[in-house]
Structures are given as structure tokens and as C-alpha cells.
């Protein structure tokens, strides 16, 4: 016998992915990515420019595709790589224990400390997740 729908555990499979890839690049990683790829292009446009124009020195050409090169780059390097970072520095804020917060606080003269001391101790912790650490239990002290 036939399913009606033969394709349901692929398409809950390709769903998951997709909800899994939305959740994991922000809107502010997406605008960085596109600003970037038309940045890109821009530098690619001046390219074809110059060399359709015939006056192009050879230094202004290599520049501009050394340029259209890195900001390629630099978009692939965010979109595909930019995401590992901010796991890490989860986990790593998940895995330090309230005391160890409060003796970072201890020991500091103000928040910028605080939050500077937590990212000495664990290296790897992000600033924003080293400052909602810092936030989160100044808030349970009051």
C-alpha cells in the first residue's frame, strides 16, 4: 500500500535543515553577508570598467580583483564559519558555575573588569556572553 505522502520524512528532514540554518545566522549576520557579496561585485563592476575602457594600468586592475578577492572572502569566511565562534562561546558560558562569576566580580573595581576578567578566564567566551553572565548575576544579588 501507497502513502499519500511518500515524501513526508524528506521533506521534514529538508524542513529541519532549513529552520536549522534560520536560526543560526542572524539578520545582522545576513545583512553583513550581502553587503559584502555587493561590495564584491562593485569592485568587479570597476574591473570590467577599467579594462573595457582600454586605459586600465595593470596595478589598478590587480588592486580592484585583490579587493572583489577579499571581499568574497570575507562573506564565505561569515556565512559558512562565522556561526562556529558564537557556539563555542555558548557552550563555554554554559559551563561556568555562579562562583566562578562572583569571584570574577569580586575581584574586579567595576563591570568593564568583571566582564574583562571572565574573558581572561575562560578563553574562548565572547564579549556578549561574558556581559550576560556579568548582568545575570548582579540581577540575582539584588
Known sequence: MTSPHPFNGI???????IDHVARSRSRTAV?????TVLGGLGALVVVVVQVLS???AMLD??????MAVM????????????GRNEERSRRIAAS????Q???????????????????????????RD???LYQHHSRELR
Open 130 to 132: 561574558a556581559y550576560e
Open 71 to 82: 571581499l568574497f572572502g570575507a562573506a564565505a569566511h561569515r556565512w559558512w564559519l562565522g
Open 31 to 35: 545583512a553583513y553577508v550581502a553587503a
Open 11 to 17: 521533506a521534514d528532514r529538508a524542513e529541519s535543515a
Open 101 to 127: 562569576v562572583a569571584a570574577a566580580m569580586r575581584g574586579s573595581s567595576g563591570e568593564i573588569d568583571a566582564v574583562r576578567r571572565l574573558r581572561v578566564a575562560h578563553p574562548g567566551l565572547g564579549l
Open 61 to 66: 586592475v590587480l588592486l580592484w580583483l585583490a
Open 54 to 56: 582600454g586605459r586600465a
Open 96 to 99: 561556568i558555575r555562579p562562583e
